[in-house]
Each structure stands twice: as structure tokens, then as C-alpha cells.
């Protein structure tokens, strides 16, 4: 169905009684929940009239997709829901999900404007006979939770039981303080890699959780946790401690290696933060300038005094900073004409299609003229394929990091692989052709 005006889609209400009418008669249902990242910027820099023309088309477009197999709502401003008939596996709701995404990678064209739309998703499937909408519903409102936090990922599925959106949720915050105490946690790295030489120039670091019960939890949950007993800075303060403890190491094995840490808003706003930095560079005798603190887009468009600030002192210290994700679904640009920054990493979203999207290319080649403007370094997040590697060099791309070269790997496994001659291996060069 075709609609002409936001008002005609179904609303959260009327889309959760419909489906609250459908699980009385068939309980396997499936849910996706679809947030449009950042859509917000769009109303601000165009309008809130333009905002809505553009929003109707993304849910057209998503309508149109899914034809009449699907009930479609609108759950918020700019989250929509589509409930698909079957207990769908996780496999499944993530193609559709893929299959979404890549429509969307074909751009929106609103008056001379043109968006590409990227999504965070949350995904469930409802419980085995259970007619009550709230649990259904819940589940996938988790998951979409865990889609937004996680950087990595933006699709997150929700197992198909109750007592996993509740009871198991309460369990993981109850857990956090457990994890911080018991040595649960874990820093991964993943390498940064000179693209012209393969040399691995430096890591970034990545929390993981060693669960007792549940195994190797990545960041979503954890994170999810800490926000719910307001521990993000201490989990940050944790994980920039053991940046240090890692630094120090790799230096003792002769791999001076540039570290990058994920800077929570919390960190940010702390006003000792710049001072326990120092305090940390001190006692592990590292020097600042071997560390990159990354922060988000949505960090840096707050450009409160008070970040440009915070910025500024830890620039002073010697460390470098590093904008994450750029470019990720709308993003307003000014912030770089206010704050300085040393370093832009590209979103993984354009990287992964560079090769088959003239647009991605074009952003990116784009990304590069004003990391120039700026005086920045530019790193390309998600290169998993040769093709990615070689339109990056031609386009002057000078490094990156991504499953082409290597996944996040335990620090031992890192020592390995940067002891060979800090390269990604002879081998590899020698396969492709890429020397």
C-alpha cells in the first residue's frame, strides 16, 4: 500500500493491536523493529516539512518491499515495525534485514537533495504460545536497544524467550558489577594496517565479556548493563586501563604500536578525565602520544563548550583524537569547522559496498578531501574484500583495518601476528599480487 501522508500509517497503537488481534489466532509471528539513524539531522538542517516528505518515502520504500506480507506501522518519530507471519531463525530476519539495507543503498531524492538511508534494526521472534503482545514486543524493543549501542553491528536479534527480555536482562545487570570485580572482561584488538606496505601500524581495542554462564558476550549487553546501573564510566576507566597495561606490554616486546580506545560521552563529560589520563600515563610509563581516544559523530555535533574543551586538553596531553563511524547516516558537518581532531575513520556502511556503489565511492573520495581540509589522518573501517583494498589505494586511502586482514583477536593472538615483521604476512601479499 502505497501511503500519501505520514497520518495513514498505522501508529504504535493501532500497529500493537493489530498484532496483539494476529497472535490470538497464530502466535508465530516475527518482528523487526527499524530505526532510521539519525534522521533527526535531516528535519534540522532542511526543515520539518521537507523531514516528513523525506521520512514518508523511506516508509514507502520499506511497504514496498515487504508488499502485503507484512503488517507495517509507525512505532515513533522515525522507527518503523514490520511483523512477518512464521518463527522466523535468526538467519532469516537477517536477510531481510540485508535486503533492506542494500535497496537503500540507491539514494533518496527529495528536490535537488539526495540521502542514503542507513538503519539500526532490532529483531525478534515471539515466544513459543505466547499471546501476550508486551513480552513480544519488549523482546524486539531490546534488541533494536543493542542495535543502536552496538557500533559493529547494526542488527541485533533477540532470542525467542520471555525470560530472556526480562529475568536473563536483569541477570546481565546484576552481573556487570561481578564481571569488573572477577576479571571477566577482556580487551580484544583489532589491527590498523598501512595499506600501501600491509604493515600493522597500530590496534584498536574492543571490550569483550568472558560470561561464566553465557560465554563470549560482545559489547551490546555489556554496555546495555552498565548504562542500566550508570557504570559506563567506570567500565570506560576500566577498559583505558588496560589500554595502558596492553600498551605497556607491546612496548616491552619492541611494538610500539598507536592504540585506539573508545571514548564513552560519560568520559567526556567527566571533568577529571584529562588529569586521570596523565595519572595512567604515568604509572604504566607510556606516553600519551601512542594513544588515539575515538568518539562518535553524536558526541562531537553536541560541540558543548564543555567538549571542546576536554578535546582540547587531551590534544595537549599528546594524545590523538579520532572521529568514529563518520558519515553514518545523516550527518551535519559543521562540527569539524569547531573542534579539532586528528583522525576520521570512515564508516564500515560505505566501505562494504565501495566496489558495486558509485556513491560510496564518491563519499569516501569526498571523506578524503576534507580530512585534507582538516589536516586529518583518514582510516577505512569494514574492508573485507581485495576489490575494497584496491579502489581504497586508488583513491589515496592510506589505512585501514577490517576482516580482510583480521578480525578482533585476544592480545596474544595480536602479539603473533604484529611479531611478523609488523606486516599482515608475506604470504598474503604474495597471493594477491599486492606488494
Known amino acids: 500500500m502505497q501511503h500519501e501522508s505520514l497520518i495513514t500509517i498505522p501508529n504504535r497503537y493501532v500497529f500493537l493491536g493489530e498484532i496483539e488481534q494476529l497472535l490470538k489466532v497464530d502466535t508465530e509471528q516475527s518482528i523487526l523493529l527499524i530505526d532510521i539513524v539519525r534522521f533527526s539531522d535531516v ?4 526543515g520539518y516539512e ?6 514518508l518515502e523511506i516508509a514507502n520504500r520499506i511497504a514496498f518491499l515487504f508488499n502485503d506480507n507484512a503488517i507495517f506501522g509507525r512505532i515513533s518519530g522515525d522507527v518503523f515495525g514490520l511483523v512477518l507471519t512464521g518463527a522466523h531463525q535468526q538467519n532469516q530476519l537477517y536477510d531481510f534485514y540485508t535486503h533492506l539495507v542494500q535497496h537503500f543503498k540507491i539514494p533518496i531524492q527529495c528536490d535537488d537533495h539526495a540521502f542514503i538511508a542507513d538503519f539500526n534494526v532490532g529483531t525478534a521472534t515471539n515466544p513459543k504460545n505466547n499471546t501476550d503482545i508486551n513480552n513480544f514486543f519488549s523482546l524486539a524493543e531490546t534488541a533494536l536497544k ?11 536479534y533477540a532470542q525467542n ?3 530472556n527480555s526480562s529475568g536473563r536482562a536483569l541477570a546481565l545487570k546484576a552481573d556487570i558489577t561481578r564481571a569488573l570485580d572477577q576479571n571477566e572482561l577482556e580487551i580484544y584488538f583489532q589491527p590498523k594496517i598501512e595499506l600501501s606496505t600491509l604493515r600493522i601500524i597500530g590496534a584498536e581495542c574492543l571490550l569483550r565479556w568472558n560470561h561464566p554462564l553465557d560465554g563470549l558476550i560482545f559489547p551490546g549487553a555489556l554496555i546495555e548493563a552498565a548504562e542500566s546501573y550508570n557504570m559506563m564510566n567506570e567500565l570506560g576507566y576500566w577498559v583505558l586501563e588496560q589500554a595502558f597495561v596492553s600498551a605497556a606490554h607491546l ?16 568520559q567526556l563529560y567527566d571533568l577529571k578525565f584529562a588529569s586521570n589520563l596523565r595519572t595512567m600515563s604515568q604509572k604504566h610509563q607510556v606516553e600519551l602520544s601512542q594513544f ?12 558543548s563548550i564543555l567538549v571542546k574543551k576536554q578535546l582540547s586538553q587531551i590534544r595537549a596531553l599528546g594524545a590523538t583524537i579520532a572521529i568514529d563511524d563518520f558519515g553514518k547516516g545523516y550527518s551535519n558537518l559543521a562540527y569539524l569547522r569547531d573542534i579539532e581532531i586528528d583522525t576520521i575513520k570512515i564508516d564500515k556502511s560505505f566501505i562494504m559496498q565501495i566496489d558495486e556503489s558509485p556513491v560510496n565511492r564518491a563519499i569516501v573520495e569526498a571523506s578524503k578531501l576534507i580530512a585534507e581540509a ?4 583518514l582510516i577505512a573501517e569494514g574492508i573485507e574484500s581485495i576489490q575494497h583494498l584496491h579502489i581504497l589505494r586508488e583513491i589515496g586511502v592510506l589505512s585501514g583495518q577490517g576482516y580482510l586482514f583480521s578480525k578482533a583477536i585476544p592480545m596474544h593472538e595480536f602479539v603473533e601476528l604484529a611479531s611478523k615483521d609488523l606486516a599482515v604476512g608475506t604470504s598474503f601479499v604474495r597471493q594477491y599480487h599486492l606488494a
Not at 43 to 46: H, L, Q, V
Not at 50 to 55: K, M, P, W
Not at 146 to 156: I, L, S, T, W, Y
Not at 374 to 377: H, R, S, V, Y
Open 161 to 163: 524467550s520471555i525470560h
Open 251 to 266: 612496548n616491552s616486546l619492541g611494538l610500539p604500536l598507536k592504540i585506539a580506545v573508545n571514548m564513552s560521552p560519560s
Open 292 to 303: 588515539e581516544l575515538e568518539l562518535t559523530e553524536d558526541v562531537a555535533l553536541s560541540n
Open 43 to 46: 528535519s534540522s538542517s532542511f
Open 374 to 377: 582538516a589536516k586529518c589522518q
Open 146 to 156: 543493542q542495535a543502536k549501542d552496538n557500533k559493529f553491528d547494526n542488527f541485533q
Open 50 to 55: 521537507y523531514g516528513d516528505r523525506v521520512l
